[in-house]
C-alpha cells in the first residue's frame, strides 16, 4: 500500500466512455501527450501510436483489475513457457476483444482519418518461425477468452523471423526490425529486472554438518521484463504475456571503471544483449548454439523467479506449488527450465531433494510438437557444463535416480537402460532435453491423435511403459477470433446472419451449418463470399508484390514453411506435369481447369536444398507465367515474406488447401484448421491432423491421397528406390526430364540438378511414391470443382464440421487432462 489517502486513488481504475466522442477525445489526448503532435502536424505513425495507446487505455483498467483479482485470489493457473510467440498484428484483435471497432472507426472518421490506412502500418511482432509459435499465440487467446489465469513467458526478441525476399527468383533474407519505430503495446519494466547467472564452477560446502553443492557463477546479465496485454474475447478479461529482453548488468559498467578497458566493456556489454537480439529462424531443425541454449535458460530461469517472487504471496507454503501452478514447456526448448526449477527449490529455498523433485514432477507437463529426429533438442554435457554446471550436476542426479527406478522395474536390461538414459553417449555425450522432459512432467501430449500415439509408438515406447497414464493426447487448435471473425468479417456475418451471435466462443454451433448446406440462397451468399475474398485478395497482391489473380481461377494454396517433409516439391510436379501436358500438346490448353497456385513459404537461412526449391517455384513460375501456350490458365503465385498478415488474407481466399506432407511427419499442422474453417476444401495425406478433419467433415469433402504411415514404413522396410517410380511412370518422368533439362534455368542444367538428384535417388519423403496418387486426386479435384454448387455445398460442410478445432476446444483439454486449472475471476 502507498498509504494513499485521496478517494480516486482508492478507487479501482476506470476506463474511459465507450463513446465515439469520448474515444476522439482520448485519441487526440494521446496525440498530444504521447506523441507531442496536433492532429494537423501529425503523421501517419504518429497517429497509428495513438490510436493503440488510445485502446490501449480501455484495456488497461480491466487487466490492472484482473491482477488484483489473480493476487487476491491466488487461483490456480498456467505459466505457459514457450520461447516463441508468433502474435501477428495487434490493433485489429485488440479492437475486436475490447469490442470498440465501430466506435473506433467511426471516431477517427470523424477526425478525418480512414482507419483501414493506420492498421496498415502496424509491423507484426514476428516472435515465432512458424506452427509451434503461432500455437502459443492462439493459446494465449483462447485462455483469455476463457477467463483462465494464464502468463505466457517468452523473449522478446529485437529481431523476429527474417523479412523475406526474392532477388532473381531465390531468397534473401532481411532483418525484421520490428520494434524500429517502437511497439505501443508493450509496457517495459527495468526497474523489474531480475539478474540471470551464467557459467561460472560449482563447489561443495558444510551446511550445518550437511554437504550440499552450490553455484558460482562466472558471469550475469539482466532480464527486463516486456508486458503485453492479452485480452479476452468481449469477457473483459486480459491476461499477460510477459517477455524478456537482455540487458547488461551492472557489473560490466564497473569492469570499465576498475579495468580502464572502455572498448572491451562495451564488446561485453554487446554479448550481454545478444542473448535477446535475434529469434533462430530454424523451424523444427534446431542447430545446438551456444547462444540459443543461453537464450533458453535466460528467459526460464527470469520466468521461474518472476513467478516464484512476484506472483506468489510473500509466505506462500511451496509445498503447495502444484494447487497453484502448472508450467507447461512447449516443446524442448524451455526443458532448462526442469534443474533450473530444481535448483531454486533445493540450492536457493534450501528444500530436500526428494521433496522438491516430488513438487517438480507435478509442476511441469510437456508437450512434443514432432516426430522428426533431428527435431529433438540435444545439448552437449560439455558445453551445458560449461555454461549451466549446478544445472548438469542436478540433470545427473535426475538420471541417475530415474535409471535405479528403471533397473528396479525391468531388471538390468542394459540396452533399455541406454535407451532410456536421459544423457546419450553417441556421438557425444548430450542431454536428451525430450526424455528429461517426460522424466519430469506430469504428463507429456502430443498434438494430433495420430501424432500422439506415434510418439507413444515409436520416440518414446519404453517411458510410456514405464509411465502408464503419463502419455496423452491434445489436439491442436486455431482462434476463430484471428482466423474467422478477424481474417474473413464477410463469411462470420454470414454466419451470424444464419446462426445468431455466440458461435465465436462456442464453435461446435458451427454444426447448425449443416443445415444450410442444403439452402441454395445460403450457398450462393458463400460462394459470394468467396469471390469477394478473391477480389480482396487480389488487391492486397497487386499492392504488395504486383501480382494478380484472374477471375474464374481456382486457387490453389500452400503456405508453410519450406521443409522437404512438407513436400512443396509434389505440388511443384503437379505443376510441372500440368504445364508440360500443355506445352507437349498431350492437353489442349483450353481443356484445363484454370488454376492459380500460390506459395508462401521461408526456408531456414542454413537449410540449402530448401532454398534449391524456392528458387524452383520462382523459377516454374516465372516460366509458366509468361508462356503464351498456356493461355493464362495455369498461374504461379510466390508472394515473399509469408507470415500471420498476409494469412490472413489469402486463407479466406483459398478453394483449395494443399496439405500434403509424408504420412508420419507432420505432427498436426495448424493451417490445415485455418482452410477448413474458412471454406476451403483439403487435398491431403493421412498425416496430423488432417486424419481428424478428414474424419470430422467426411470422405466426399474431402481429398485424400497416398501412402499411409503404415504403408510408408513397410515401402522403406521393404528398400525405397525412388528410381523405380520415375522408370514406371511416363508423366512424372517427363516432369523430372523438363526440371532436368534446364527449362526453367535458361537452359543451365546445373541449377535444379541437386533437386533432381535427390529426388531420383534419395527422396527421404517419397515424393515420387506418392506422385501418381496425387495426380490421380488432383483430376479428382479438377472434375469436382467443375460443379460449383457442389463444391461450394462441401466447403460450407468443412466449416459446419470443424468447429472442433478452435483452440478453446484445445485448451478444454488441457484443463481437463493436465492442468486442472478452471476459469477463475
Ligand atoms: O508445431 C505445430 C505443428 C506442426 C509442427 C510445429 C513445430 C514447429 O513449428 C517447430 C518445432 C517443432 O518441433 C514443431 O511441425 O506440425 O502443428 C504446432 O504444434
Known amino acids: 500500500s502507498t498509504g494513499a489517502t485521496h478517494p480516486l486513488a482508492l478507487a479501482p ?3 474511459p466512455p465507450s463513446t465515439v466522442d469520448g474515444f476522439v477525445r482520448e485519441f487526440l489526448q494521446n496525440l498530444n501527450l504521447e506523441r507531442g503532435v496536433t492532429l494537423s502536424a501529425s503523421n501517419p505513425n504518429d497517429r497509428y501510436i495513438a490510436l493503440a495507446y488510445t485502446v490501449r487505455d480501455y484495456l488497461v483498467a480491466r487487466w490492472l483489475e484482473d491482477q488484483r483479482r489473480q493476487r487476491e485470489t491466488q487461483a490456480k493457473g498456467v505459466c505457459y513457457l514457450s520461447a516463441e510467440y508468433l502474435l501477428g498484428r495487434q490493433l485489429d484483435n485488440n479492437l475486436l476483444a475490447s469490442g470498440l471497432t465501430d466506435i473506433a472507426t467511426d471516431a477517427l472518421a470523424a477526425c478525418g482519418i480512414d482507419i483501414g490506412e493506420l492498421r496498415e502500418l502496424e509491423v507484426e511482432p514476428g516472435l515465432g518461425n512458424g506452427g509451434l509459435g503461432r500455437l502459443a499465440a492462439c493459446f494465449i487467446d483462447s485462455l483469455a477468452t476463457m477467463s483462465v489465469p494464464n502468463v505466457g513467458y517468452g523473449i522478446r526478441y529485437e529481431y523476429g523471423i527474417f523479412r523475406q525476399t526474392f532477388v532473381g527468383g531465390q531468397q534473401v533474407e532481411q532483418p525484421d526490425a520490428w520494434l524500429s519505430l517502437g ?34 557463477p562466472g558471469w550475469d546479465v539482466e532480464a527486463v521484463p516486456y508486458n503485453y496485454m492479452v485480452p479476452g474475447y468481449q469477457n473483459g478479461r486480459v491476461n499477460t504475456l510477459r517477455l524478456w529482453s537482455a540487458k547488461a548488468t551492472n557489473s560490466f559498467d564497473l569492469r570499465v571503471f576498475n579495468s580502464g578497458d572502455y572498448e572491451e566493456a ?12 535475434v529469434l533462430y529462424p530454424e523451424d523444427s531443425t534446431p542447430q545446438g548454439k551456444e547462444l540459443r541454449l543461453q537464450q533458453q535458460y535466460f528467459f526460464v530461469a527470469a520466468s521461474i523467479r518472476d513467478f516464484l517472487d512476484h506472483q506468489l504471496l510473500p509466505d506462500f507454503d511451496l509445498t503447495k506449488l502444484p494447487e497453484r ?33 516430488a513438487i517438480t514432477q507435478q509442476c511441469f507437463a510437456y508437450t512434443c510438437h514432432t516426430l522428426l529426429p533431428e527435431a529433438l533438442e540435444v545439448w552437449s554435457v560439455d558445453l551445458l557444463g560449461r555454461l549451466l554446471p549446478r544445472h548438469l550436476e542436478i540433470i545427473y542426479r535426475i538420471n541417475e535416480e530415474f535409471l535405479v527406478a528403471v533397473r528396479e522395474r525391468f531388471g538390468d536390461d542394459e540396452m533399455r537402460i541406454r535407451n532410456m538414459s536421459i544423457i546419450s553417449e553417441f556421438p557425444e555425450r548430450s542431454v536428451r532435453m525430450a526424455y528429461l522432459a517426460t522424466v519430469a512432467g506430469a504428463k507429456v501430449n502430443g ?12 520416440v518414446l515406447p519404453d517411458f510410456d511403459e514405464f509411465y502408464p497414464g503419463k502419455f496423452t493426447n491434445v489436439t491442436n487448435g486455431i482462434t476463430p477470433r484471428r482466423f474467422v471473425r478477424l481474417a474473413n468479417p464477410q463469411l462470420s456475418g454470414l454466419i451470424t446472419e444464419a446462426l445468431g451471435g455466440g458461435w465465436l466462443t462456442d464453435m461446435e454451433r458451427l454444426r447448425e451449418l449443416e443445415a444450410y448446406a442444403e439452402d441454395p440462397d445460403f450457398r450462393a451468399a458463400f460462394a459470394e463470399v468467396k469471390a469477394a475474398n478473391k477480389r480482396r485478395l487480389n488487391d492486397v497482391l497487386l499492392a504488395r508484390d504486383g501480382f494478380e489473380v484472374s477471375d474464374g481461377h481456382m486457387l490453389d494454396v500452400m503456405v508453410k514453411r519450406l521443409h522437404e517433409y512438407k513436400r512443396q516439391m509434389l505440388k511443384l510436379l503437379h505443376i510441372v506435369t500440368a504445364y508440360e501436358g500443355i506445352v507437349s500438346g498431350a492437353v489442349a490448353a483450353s481443356d484445363v481447369q484454370p488454376r492459380t497456385f500460390i506459395f508462401g513459404a521461408k526456408a531456414a537461412p542454413g537449410y540449402a536444398m530448401a532454398k534449391r526449391i524456392i528458387h524452383l517455384i520462382n523459377a516454374v513460375g516465372s516460366v509458366v507465367n509468361d508462356d503464351p501456350r498456356v493461355e493464362g490458365r495455369l498461374k504461379v503465385l510466390f508472394p515473399p515474406n509469408y507470415n500471420v498478415t498476409l494469412a490472413e488474407r489469402l486463407i479466406p481466399a483459398a478453394d483449395l488447401s494443399e496439405q500434403i506432407s509424408l504420412a508420419g511427419k507432420e505432427a498436426s499442422g495448424t493451417g490445415n484448421m485455418k482452410f477448413a474453417l474458412n471454406g476451403a476444401l483439403t487435398i491431403g495425406t493421412d498425416d496430423g491432423a488432417n486424419v481428424e478433419i478428414r474424419q470430422l467433415v467426411g470422405d466426399d469433402n474431402f481429398f485424400l491421397f497416398g501412402m499411409s504411415e503404415p504403408e510408408v514404413e513397410g515401402l522403406w522396410a521393404r528398400g525405397y528406390k525412388p528410381s523405380e517410380f520415375y522408370q514406371a511412370d511416363d508423366h512424372l518422368r517427363r516432369a523430372i526430364d523438363l526440371i532436368a533439362s534446364g527449362a526453367f534455368s535458361d537452359g543451365d542444367k546445373s541449377v535444379f540438378e541437386p533437386i533432381v538428384s535427390n529426388l531420383l535417388y534419395d527422396d527421404r519423403f517419397m515424393v515420387l511414391a506418392d506422385y501418381s496418387a496425387y495426380i490421380d486426386a488432383q483430376a479428382k479435384v479438377d472434375a469436382a470443382y467443375a460443379d ?13 464440421r470443424c468447429g472442433f478445432f478452435s483452440s478453446d476446444r484445445s485448451m478444454r483439454d488441457y484443463i481437463e487432462r493436465i492442468w486442472h486449472t478452471p476459469p477463475s475471476l
Open 13 to 15: 481504475v476506470i476506463a
Open 183 to 216: 511497439s505501443p503495446w508493450e509496457f517495459p519494466h527495468p526497474e523489474a529486472a531480475q539478474t540471470i547467472s551464467f557459467g561460472g564452477h560449482t563447489e561443495t560446502y558444510d551446511d550445518g554438518g550437511v554437504t550440499r553443492n552450490r553455484w558460482v
Open 266 to 277: 562495451v564488446r561485453a556489454q554487446t554479448f550481454a544483449e545478444n542473448i535477446s537480439k
Open 325 to 357: 501452478v502448472i508450467f507447461q514447456l512447449n516443446d524442448t526448448h524451455p526443458v532448462i527450465a526442469v534443474p533450473e526449477f530444481m535448483r531454486v527449490l533445493t540450492d536457493e529455498k534450501g528444500m530436500d531433494w526428494d521433496a522438491a523433485w
Open 447 to 458: 498434438v494430433a491423435e495420430l501424432h500422439s500415439q506415434l510418439l507413444r509408438d515409436k
Open 788 to 800: 460449383q454448387d457442389a463444391w461450394t455445398r462441401s466447403a460450407i460442410l468443412n466449416v459446419a
